[in-house]
């Protein structure tokens, strides 16, 4: 089925306008090359259901098909209100599967791909749908209520639809209905796996509902390719027709051993992967060069060669950085880590005096090569080399003692939030990794990381906690105090001099006031701000840093006056 382009479908569902080409629609020429076409793309329909056609599917067995066997399948009598039950007898009673009493021997030895499920009380589960739990679970798709798909994450960790329910509306004439496609190459999996072979049953009615008064007459002819499409067809002349039969579908695309190697993680046979060079420090040789990150053109310690060390840094440009500060949920930022969700992970970055981002060839060529590519376009020659706290965390195999501010200010946070204590939460539980400094001259970076600061730092605040903190101290009568000032309340109690309590919070009200920067401040007042930054700090990444240090120190303030009452 080709998702880009339902009209397609339109063929085959809808009645024609003309007299004469509703003569023609019922001999149902059509039918067959469409089964045969839409195999081929890659969504399948695993149902459908319209006025005039329906379709539904099952994994069967794989069978060598003989006129006996045909004729067994053709018996189908199953749809997907079928479902798992309770049988009973006088004596005993057991649970049926959906295709247990089904007339076809094949197909009650098959496996249901989906099912439509029921519950009256409850709107919006009137009617719903449910994928086989083994398929489901083996392939790890998730229903997504948006999508309205089961889906995964692909690769590059976003997220695919493998199994999409559509809606189909005013095609002609105002007809309706519903298909569910399966994604070609997961049906194959399971059908490689399972040894299975995809049984589609279909039932296609044509005739006028204004004017038609019921079956007589009819010519009753074999409906097949003579390969994989076999039934009946009947045509009432001039008044309609109706078709039903099956199409039998073996996938032979993929094998058991491709399968295997997705699993493990290795390339079929005749690929290979493909690696990106660098602009690269090659330190042990004592040359600055083009280095491919291939794995064996680079060495360790441990063997003997002329080849880079697998820990030769490359360096690259800040920007670098700014495809995956756009999308936090997608990707995660640590310190010095940067990984992609359920897809790849990158072991090491880092950030020197020059501003440059750097990280090592033997954890850039464990990136997709489409990864290595966006590395690639910011490569740049070394201004500097490592900053002094990698050589003695990854060379010398020291802990470095040189001071990180928002590493101080997170690690302190997450003891906080470990904590539980009364006056501050952690608003969600990746907050922490969604602050990073502002490495670039980009004024919206820079804007974004304090917005994300005020999120965690100032939004983390407990508003009712605090003012009936300040009330206990004689402090904070006023209601419409919030929580920075309610905070500031709380110091004054505490006995700190008024002057005092406000210059200790002045960080965090700096980091309120310029997340204006982000939403609320006017272009010009804006502009100002950032001025005003660049003129006292000489970049945003001086300006930031220089925040957190202020915020780290407030905030042992703030906890050391808070923890006699806690």
């Known amino acids: 089925m080709d998702l880009y382009n339902l009209s397609n479908i339109a063929k085959i569902i809808c009645k024609p306008n003309s007299d004469s080409d509703f003569l023609e629609w019922i001999n149902q020429k059509e039918i067959i090359p469409f089964l045969e076409k839409e ?16 379709i539904h599917s099952a994994f069967i067995n794989q069978i060598e098909l003989d006129t006996e066997k045909i004729e067994d399948l053709l018996k189908w009598s199953c749809n997907p209100y079928d479902i798992w039950s309770f049988s009973v007898s006088q004596n005993d009673v057991w649970i049926d599967g959906p295709l247990m009493n089904n007339p076809s021997e094949l197909l009650r030895d098959g496996r249901q791909i989906l099912y439509i499920r029921k519950f009256d009380e409850v709107s919006s589960r009137i009617e719903y749908y449910e994928i086989d739990q083994m398929i489901s679970q083996v392939l790890q798709i998730h229903f997504l209520e948006e999508r309205n798909a089961w889906c995964k994450l692909d690769r590059s ?34 059908a490689c796996v399972c040894n299975y072979s995809l049984c589609r049953m279909f039932d296609f009615t044509r005739f006028k509902p204004e004017s038609f008064s019921g079956w007589s007459g009819c010519r009753s002819n074999n409906f097949t390719n003579g390969i994989s499409v076999f039934g009946t067809l009947n045509i009432m002349d001039k008044i309609g027709s109706y078709s039903r039969g099956i199409q039998i579908i073996d996938f032979h695309s993929i094998s058991k051993q491709t399968v295997m190697d997705k699993i493990w993680g290795r390339l079929p046979s005749e690929e290979s992967k493909k690696y990106v060079s660098f602009i690269t420090m090659d330190w042990k040789n004592k040359i600055i060069s083009e280095i491919t990150c ?11 060669s002329n080849l880079p060390f697998e820990i030769s840094p490359a360096f690259f440009k800040p920007e670098v950085l700014r495809k995956y500060k756009s999308d936090r949920d997608k990707y995660t930022i640590s310190d010095n880590t940067i990984s992609c969700r359920g897809t790849w992970y990158l072991k090491s970055y880092g950030v020197n005096d020059a501003g440059q981002v750097f990280s090592y060839l033997g954890d850039l060529n464990k990136l997709p090569y489409e990864e290595q590519l966006h590395w ?36 302190k946070l997450r003891k906080l939030s470990n ?38 730092i100032i939004e983390g605040l407990e508003e009712k906690w605090l003012r009936k903190k300040a009330k206990e101290l ?17 110091l004054i109690g505490f006995g700190f001099e ?61 906890i050391e006056a808070f923890s006699p009452s806690d």
């Open 419 to 456: 904590k539980e204590i009364g006056w501050w939460c952690l608003k969600g539980d990746r907050s922490l990794d969604h602050m990073n400094y502002p490495y670039t001259d980009s004024k919206d970076e820079w804007a974004e990381e304090i917005l994300i600061l005020d999120q965690v």
């Open 474 to 490: 004689g402090r904070g009568k006023d209601d419409k105090f919030r929580s920075l000032k309610l905070l500031e309340e709380c």
């Open 294 to 304: 291939a794995p064996d053109c680079l060495a360790n310690y441990f063997v003997e």
């Open 376 to 411: 690639k376009q910011y490569n740049e020659r070394p201004k500097v080399g490592l900053p002094k706290r990698t050589i003695e965390t990854d060379f010398l195999g020291k802990w470095s003692d040189e001071y990180n501010p928002l590493i101080s200010l997170k690690e």
């Open 498 to 558: 008024e002057d005092h309590a406000h210059t200790i919070l002045s960080p965090l009200h700096e980091i309120h006031n310029l997340r204006s920067i982000k939403g609320h401040a006017s272009g010009e007042e804006a502009a100002e701000n950032r001025k005003k930054v660049l003129i006292g700090y000489g970049s945003f990444y001086n300006h930031y840093k220089a925040l957190c240090s202020r915020c780290d120190e407030t905030l042992d303030i703030i």
């Open 157 to 190: 960790g976003d997220v695919a639809d493998i199994v999409k329910i559509i809606d189909i509306k005013n095609l002609n004439q105002d007809e309706s209905g519903k298909i569910v496609v399966f994604q070609k190459n997961a049906l194959e999996e399971i």
């Open 39 to 54: 195999i081929e793309d890659d969504f399948v329909i695993i149902f459908a259901s319209f006025p005039f056609a329906f």
